[in-house]
T-cell receptor
Framework: GDSVTQMEGPVTLSEEAFLTINCTYT??????LFWYVQYPGEGLQLLLK?????DKGSNKGFEATYRKETTSFHLEKGSVQVSDSAVYFC??????????????FGKGTHLIIQP | GAGVSQSPRYKVAKRGQDVALRCDPI?????LFWYQQALGQGPEFLTY????????KSGLPSDRFFAERPEGSVSTLKIQRTQQEDSAVYLC????????????FGQGTRLTVV
């Protein structure tokens, strides 16, 4: 079955540091890939997505590139802020048409940014 | 409302008690999903509705779990004879339909079974 593996946390960085959160996946078909973020006390929010190989998703300074050859979708940001502190989830969906398939999530990476 | 609404936000149940968790999806959204998120884990798929039809319930962990969406809008997840291992956050998500892959999540219901 499908699975998502992401780096264990917590990840603690200083403000303005470079961020990478690794994510690799296993899927039977050609999934769409997502990063969701969960800020303290809030629900899951879509951060960015990519629906096919070599696509780059970007939002709020975060980027991730769909790498089919390495089955990866690593999340990066050039300069993190304290407000980026949250739990980040990598996820996939086999159904790029937005139909029946739910999301398969990784376990989440807790990011802590210190001033 | 503007987003997916879940109620109650918190529920404490005694072991053996039945509980009902409610989800109000975004108006007009065809697809509705329930997920279970254990502490320190990612959400895990429970069940999926397209309008009022429950098309996939493969993730429901036991026959004590039951979900319905009788009019294709509000959904209820019911857990009978709750057990401690049912303690988790239950998330609801809705999606507009075939051409939109973004799922919008509610804030979840935190269920604690004591």
């Amino acid at each position: 079955g499908d699975s998502v593996t992401q780096m264990e946390g917590p990840v603690t960085l200083s403000e303005e540091a470079f961020l990478t959160i690794n994510c690799t996946y296993t899927a039977t078909g050609y999934p769409s890939l997502f990063w969701y973020v969960q800020y303290p006390g809030e629900g899951l929010q879509l951060l960015l997505k990519a629906t096919k190989a070599d696509d780059k998703g970007s939002n709020k300074g975060f980027e991730a590139t769909y790498r089919k050859e390495t089955t990866s979708f690593h999340l990066e940001k050039g300069s993190v802020q304290v407000s980026d502190s949250a739990v980040y989830f990598c996820a996939l969906s086999e159904d790029s048409g937005g139909g029946a398939d739910g999301l398969t999530f990784g376990k989440g990476t807790h990011l802590i940014i210190q001033p | 409302g503007a987003g997916v609404s879940q109620s109650p936000r918190y529920k404490v149940a005694k072991r053996g008690q039945d509980v009902a968790l409610r989800c109000d999806p975004i108006s007009g959204h065809v697809s509705l999903f329930w997920y279970q998120q254990a502490l320190g884990q990612g959400p895990e798929f429970l069940t999926y509705f397209q309008n009022e039809a429950q098309l996939d319930k493969s993730g429901l962990p036991s026959d004590r779990f039951f979900a319905e969406r009788p009019e294709g809008s509000v959904s209820t997840l019911k857990i009978q004879r709750t057990q401690q291992e049912d303690s988790a956050v239950y998330l609801c998500a809705s999606r507009s339909g075939w051409m939109n892959t973004e799922a919008f999540f509610g804030q979840g219901t935190r269920l604690t079974v004591v």
